[in-house]
């Protein structure tokens, strides 16, 4: 998990090496600059840990190369590779791509005529990524905003819900949320 904290284990490892004396004696070590280290458990057995954060948005897998070496001469090795894949934690609100939309609607529009579309984005995955779209509770000369406009939940499309007259009403804002549908949900406004 990309939240996992240093020290998590990764993996448990065992070398040995059947030669005697200096021939046996084995050096352990990981290859490349990757976010793991090398405990020793005991005897000839490693712990693979987590030795930083991680975070899935910057780098998603990671090749864990391990490489054995005894102390004869010649030196003799052998490598191991792991691919470790991070998973997702809900740890990115979504952003909308503007904090303000401007919008302008002609006068005797009519009713259910498409406005604008807000949108936002989201670099988590799956559901931790899925955008619920909605418009927050408020009045526009005494009445619910949700009687002068509406928003399609799943693309942010907005909508007149009646025909606007400059007469009565030359303009309004309104705020607009978005929710991802991870745990726990996070969100983010836009006007």
Do not use: W
Request: aromatic share 8%; charged share 20%.
């Amino acid at each position: 998990s990309e939240n996992a904290t240093p020290g998590t284990a990764i993996a448990l490892l065992s070398v040995t090496d059947k030669d005697s004396e200096e021939n046996g004696q084995t050096h352990v070590e990981i290859l490349g600059e990757v976010p793991f280290k090398l405990k020793t458990s005991f005897r000839n057995y490693y712990t693979i840990v987590t030795d930083g954060p991680l975070n899935r948005e910057s780098v998603d897998t990671y090749t864990v190369t391990v490489v054995a070496r005894d102390k004869g001469s010649p030196s003799l090795a052998t490598s191991k590779s792991i691919k470790l894949q991070v998973s997702d934690e809900n740890d990115n609100a979504p952003a909308f791509t503007q904090p303000i939309y401007d919008v302008y609607v002609t006068e005797n529009n009519v009713p259910g005529a498409y406005i604008h579309a807000v949108n936002a984005i989201d670099p988590d995955i799956g559901r931790n990524a899925h955008l619920n779209y909605s418009i927050l509770e408020c009045d526009i000369q005494g009445m619910s905003v949700k009687t002068y406009v509406s928003i399609n939940n799943e693309s942010g499309a907005l909508y007149a819900l009646r025909s606007f007259d400059y007469e009565q009403l030359k303009d309004f804002s309104f705020t607009v949320q978005a929710t991802d549908n991870g745990i726990p949900e996070l969100s983010s406004n836009a006007t």
